[in-house]
């Protein structure tokens, strides 16, 4: 099914695969199966049984797939998916991603949270919350809380950020040719 541009309002199911242009969600939109879509902007609910792939993304509202792949991804509420594979991760001021991040370059910004990221760079603004953060390059500022912190190359933690393991390893999992 290809679909140019849809705008949800209300409340939409559709049977996937589907493909589409644009896709600007204010209500609620369902689909089951996979999306392939070149840009997506929540601002309600976004649900997608399968897996969405997408040029952009940004998520004012909730997404929720089973996986994403995606160029840019800006979640500025909350996404949801067992990955998220991307060239770069934006994380919003108090929002949250629940599942595996894996992306070039991760910024999570001032008291977001977020479950695991993989990066080649990644940033953890003040107040910020990671289980665990695998990196080549990562800076953690001041009040930023990580469980688990493995680098490659470098790692600068400042002093007021509570990190409670630091490991350094020769190389992470990244999905993306990065660098």
């Given at each position: 099914m290809g679909i140019e541009e849809l705008r949800v309002g209300g409340s939409v199911k559709l049977r996937g695969p589907i493909k589409a242009g644009r896709i600007d969600v204010g209500g609620s939109l369902q689909v089951d199966g996979d999306l392939e879509v070149e840009a997506l902007k929540i601002g309600g609910a976004a649900s997608v049984t399968g897996n969405l792939r997408a040029a952009e993304v940004?998520?004012?509202?909730?997404i929720k797939a089973k996986a994403i792949k995606v160029d840019v991804i800006k979640v500025g509420g909350e996404a949801e998916a067992e990955k998220?594979?991307?060239?770069?991760?934006?994380?919003?001021?108090?929002?949250?991603?629940?599942?595996?991040?894996?992306?070039?370059?991760?910024?999570?910004?001032?008291?977001?949270?977020?479950?695991?990221?993989?990066?080649?760079?990644?940033?953890?603004?003040?107040?910020?919350?990671?289980?665990?953060?695998?990196?080549?390059?990562?800076?953690?500022?001041?009040?930023?809380?990580?469980?688990?912190?493995?680098?490659?190359?470098?790692?600068e933690v400042?002093?007021?950020?509570?990190?409670?393991?630091?490991s350094r390893v020769e190389s992470v999992n990244l999905e993306l040719k990065c660098a």
């Open positions: 940004v998520v004012g509202g909730s998220i594979v991307a060239r770069e991760v934006v994380v919003g001021k108090k929002s949250r991603v629940r599942g595996e991040i894996n992306a070039c370059k991760v910024t999570v910004e001032k008291d977001a949270e977020v479950d695991k990221v993989v990066g080649y760079e990644v940033v953890l603004r003040r107040g910020s919350e990671a289980n665990r953060v695998e990196a080549y390059k990562v800076v953690v500022e001041e009040d930023a809380e990580v469980r688990e912190l493995v680098y490659v190359e470098s790692a400042d002093e007021e950020a509570d990190v409670k393991k630091v």
